[in-house]
């Protein structure tokens, strides 16, 4: 893939300074940069202490040329900086990985200082030679129980039956070839690597399995490393097209790190359905066509819906959203309760706008941005005609409403797709990175 102009200074400006001040090695897919890069991401490897003493100036040159960090984990094996950044209506996207060591569960399987004693410079950058390159992965992925990557065919065949893989499987697994190597369960294999690094550094395995467990616990439990959008709008201001561009231009790391989701995270099924099941209801609307088609419901009925999918929105969070978001993963939501609030007609629940909202806030788990996308009548009557003028009178008054509450964004849709889009991401480039700096400090 050829990087642009703006990637390809980027690596060059962080590459150099990674020449000049630290023992590092690139890891794999390094052959065309600058200026192409055949995966998503950079993998490079680097001591410990060496990362923390270069993360400040790393994160400077970020900042330098007009990257942002939209996503940021820290784990006890590696460190993860997803950078962005916007010009014009065209979206770069790079991932920089930092391993420390190759490990699994804080259990050492190859430290870096045996990655940096096995590495060449090809004029550009340094970086690991076959048979590391080929041990970093094959170790890692035989100790999770996976098989390792037919696209790395060429590197194995190179590798695999060299006198320095055959002493490192013998050494950690207490295996002497790839193929017993192969036949063997991952859960053994692992255990057996437990057994190694507790025989030889039984300190080292306890500190780094301490550190797994805190840096899990902070990473997976108590924060999140991805984040989530939901988009609200009356039917015709361009929600469909402008979230396809949006995942589109963050396709370059987020194309299948993404969940999609429409209205809730429908933990439970259709209301109509769930009732039609349980007897209470004899016959189903299905003409979904028309989202507007059911007629005005009372206070009881309103309150038994918004309690109905009230429960779905909590539930489905946690079990839906936050495991998603947890792991530097992009959750997007065509419609949340935010639709409630905006468009009653649509989800039946005729409740004050101000019982509504303040419902949200004691409630309802919060997406950590919501775009409200409208356009004036005039627009939207001309794209589509499922509401009358006052219909989309009304729901862009309530987005009047809500745009001044903490956490949404108000966007015109009225020129091109591609200029709302622009204006929602630099909007969440510019907050994740203030997030992540808060972080990272």
Not at 349 to 376: C, E, G, M, Q
Request: charged share 25%; glycine share 6%; proline share 2%.
């Amino acid at each position: 893939m050829i990087q642009s102009s703006v990637t390809a200074t980027l690596i060059g400006e962080v590459i150099a300074y990674l020449n000049q001040n630290i023992d590092y090695a690139v890891m794999r897919n390094y052959e065309g940069l600058p200026h192409s890069n055949s995966a998503r991401d950079i993998d490079i490897i680097i001591r410990r202490r060496d990362l923390r003493r270069v993360q400040p100036h790393i994160i400077d040159i970020i900042d330098k040329c007009g990257w942002k960090i939209i996503n940021y984990l820290n784990s006890d094996r590696l460190i993860t900086y997803v950078c962005a950044r916007n010009d014009g209506n065209d979206t770069s996207i790079m991932q920089w990985d930092f391993f420390v060591d190759t490990s699994v569960f804080g259990i050492l399987l190859m430290k870096a200082d045996e990655f940096l004693c096995d590495k060449e410079f090809n004029g550009f950058l340094w970086h690991s030679k076959i048979n590391s390159q080929f041990l970093d992965k094959y170790l890692y992925d035989r100790a999770v129980g996976a098989e390792y990557p037919e696209k790395y065919h060429s590197t194995r065949s190179s590798a695999e039956n060299s006198p320095a893989v055959r002493t490192k499987l013998k050494a950690i697994f207490g295996i002497d070839n790839t193929d017993q190597c192969d036949s063997t369960s991952g859960r053994k294999l692992l255990f057996r690597a437990f057994r190694y690094n507790l025989r030889h550094r039984p300190f080292g395995l306890m500190a780094d399995m301490g550190r797994f467990i805190r840096t899990f616990t902070g990473n997976y439990i108590m924060s999140r490393t991805g984040f989530s959008v939901g988009f609200t709008g009356p039917d015709g201001s361009g929600k469909t097209t402008v979230i396809d561009r949006t995942i589109q231009r963050l396709g370059a790391v987020f194309a299948t790190a993404h969940a999609y989701y429409h209205f809730r995270p429908a933990l439970f099924g259709n209301l109509g359905e769930v009732a039609h099941s349980a007897g209470i209801k004899k016959d189903v609307d299905r003409n979904y066509s028309d989202p507007h088609r059911g007629g005005r419901t009372g206070l009881f009925s309103s309150l038994m819906r918004l309690a109905y999918y009230s429960t779905d929105y909590i539930a489905g969070y946690f079990a839906k959203v936050k495991t998603k978001t947890r792991i530097t993963r992009l959750v997007i939501f065509d419609r949340y309760f935010t639709d409630i609030i905006c468009d009653s007609r649509r989800s039946r629940i005729y409740l004050p706008v101000r019982f509504l909202n303040l419902w949200r806030k004691l409630f309802i788990p919060s997406l950590d941005y919501n775009i409200l996308l409208t356009a004036s009548s005039e627009t939207i009557l001309s794209r589509k005609r499922e509401l009358d003028e006052a219909g989309i009178r009304d729901i862009n008054n309530r987005i009047d409403y809500l745009a001044d509450q903490k956490g949404y964004l108000k966007v015109l849709n009225e020129s091109t797709p591609d200029d709302a889009v622009t204006t929602i991401l630099n909007h969440i480039f510019n907050e994740q990175h203030k997030k992540n700096l808060r972080r990272l400090k």
